[in-house]
Every structure is written in C-alpha cells, then in structure tokens.
C-alpha cells in the first residue's frame, strides 16, 4: 500500500532543505500542519523537540528525525527532574511553557506557547486571576514580565545563538551605518536588545514584518535571529539584498533594500 509521506522544514534550515520541503514554516505553523496532516509518514527537517511535537500532535504518523542529533540548548540546560522540583515550589501556579522543550519537559506542563501565542495565553491566565510560571526561556519569560508587569519566576535556560546578541554589540553596528535602520528580534534574545528593537516577534511575525515594510527603500534592517530566515525574507522581498553581516554578533543580519 503507498503512504503518503510529508516533508516539514523549520525557516531557519538551509534554503536547498526548504526547497525539498511541502512545509516550511515556524514552529507553530509546522505544529499546525503536522496536526492536520494526512500523513503515514513525516519527515521533519529540524531539531527534536520538533519532530517530538509533530509526534504527539499526530500519533499514528511515523515521524523522522533526519539529523537524531539534533537539539536546541533550551533543552539541553533543562533537566527535567530538576525542573519538577522546582514547579513544586509554586503549588498554586500555571505551568507555561515555551514549545522549544522536550516531551518530557511538556509533560509536566499545564500549558504549551510558541512565540507567537505566548503573549495572549499568559494574558489569558493573568485575566482569569492565575499566577504563572514560565520555562525555560529566562529571555522571553523576562521581557514579557518587563512588557506586561508580570512577576512570572523563571527557569534559566537560554537559546544559545539569540542570547550572543548584545545591546552594545549592535549599538556599534547602528553606528556604522548611515540613513534610516530599524532592528527587529526574536523574544529569545537578551531583554536590553529587546527594548531596542523596533519590532519583538517570533520568526513568522519578523518575516511578516519584513513583507509589510513601506519605509525608506535604502534603509538598514537588522534582523536578530538565526540567519537562515534571511533566505525567506529574499523570497518575500526579492529586490533586496539580504546578507550576514560579519561586523554584527553571532547570527545576526542585515536585508538591505537596493
């Protein structure tokens, strides 16, 4: 009997992988299509927590993990027993947790976000009178407490490419380039890059930012996120030139507009 089988690659994997996949989207979205999918079997070009998520999303589906090394350091610095010993200190707080976590980390969760939808759930909870913690991202939990005045405690994990960025570093950059510049970022990055930023948003919301933008044709754009989502923001913008630059921190970049 044929099985249909399913391709699902993540905006920040290579542009050839993309080009091979039926999906190409963010976690959410992947999530998403994973869920709905008619699939036997999935191929999912990411890390594993992904993969683990399209597995529990759809559990009849095989799902293949083609790099089974794969992983992301928010995982890595999570233990999870530790972590349950630390949710039992909070007896009467929600669980919220980002979705770049193991299954087993989701297990002890009351809640799943992506960054996307985590600012309207734990606003959802705080309405309904809940107190919340929030795990792993250290990052993205503290610039929502900063944002919204929430005191969520935190885990202390960090996504190791977005916590390279640094306020001075891309201060430095700003400074070297002339004309009009905007910087836009993922919620994982450091809190004082995230006050700088023009636009705070999960890896679909900068594509969609970079799709709308109306501004001055020569302007800068500094993306501070894994720079594999430069080749979707081409696609979408294709008479700019989007390119690392080498003087900004690790995994920075800029699309410039010609």
Same mark, same amino acid.
């Given at each position: ?43 999912? @070009? ?5 993969? &683990?998520?399209?597995? *529990?999303?759809? /559990? #009849? ?7 089974a ?101 891309l201060?430095? @950059? ?5 004309? &009009?510049k905007?910087? *836009?970022?993922? /919620? #994982? ?38 720079d594999?989502?430069l080749y ?27």
């Amino acid at each position: 009997m044929t099985k249909r089988v399913v391709t699902l690659a993540h905006y920040y994997t290579q542009p050839e992988i993309q080009q091979m996949a039926d999906k190409v989207g963010d976690s959410l979205e992947l999530s998403l299509y994973a869920k709905e999918a008619q699939a036997d079997i999935i191929v999912f @070009a990411g890390v594993r927590f992904m993969a &683990e998520t399209a597995k *529990i999303l759809n /559990p #009849e589906a095989t799902v293949i993990l083609p790099d089974a090394g794969s992983t992301c350091s928010l995982v890595t610095q999570t233990d999870v027993a530790e972590l349950t010993l630390w949710r039992k200190r909070y007896p009467d707080h929600v669980h919220v947790s980002y979705i770049n976590s193991s299954a087993e980390h989701k297990a002890v969760s009351d809640w799943i976000v992506t960054s996307r939808n985590v600012d309207d759930i734990i606003a959802h909870l705080y309405a309904e009178g809940k107190q919340v913690i929030f795990s792993p991202d250290r990052n993205m939990g503290g610039y929502l407490n900063d944002l919204y005045g929430y005191d969520m405690p935190l885990w202390s994990a960090v996504c190791e490419v977005h916590d390279k960025f640094n306020e001075a570093a891309l201060a430095e @950059a700003f400074e070297a380039v002339p004309g &009009e510049k905007y910087l *836009i970022a993922h /919620p #994982e990055s450091p809190l004082p890059v995230l006050k700088k930023a023009d636009y705070v948003g999960s890896t679909s919301g900068m594509l969609n930012w970079v799709k709308a933008y109306q501004g001055d044709a020569k302007a800068v754009i500094f993306v501070a996120t894994e720079d594999g989502i430069l080749y979707n923001m081409g696609l979408a913008r294709p008479t700019w030139t989007c390119a690392r630059r080498r003087s900004t921190p690790a995994a920075s970049a800029t699309p410039v507009p010609t």
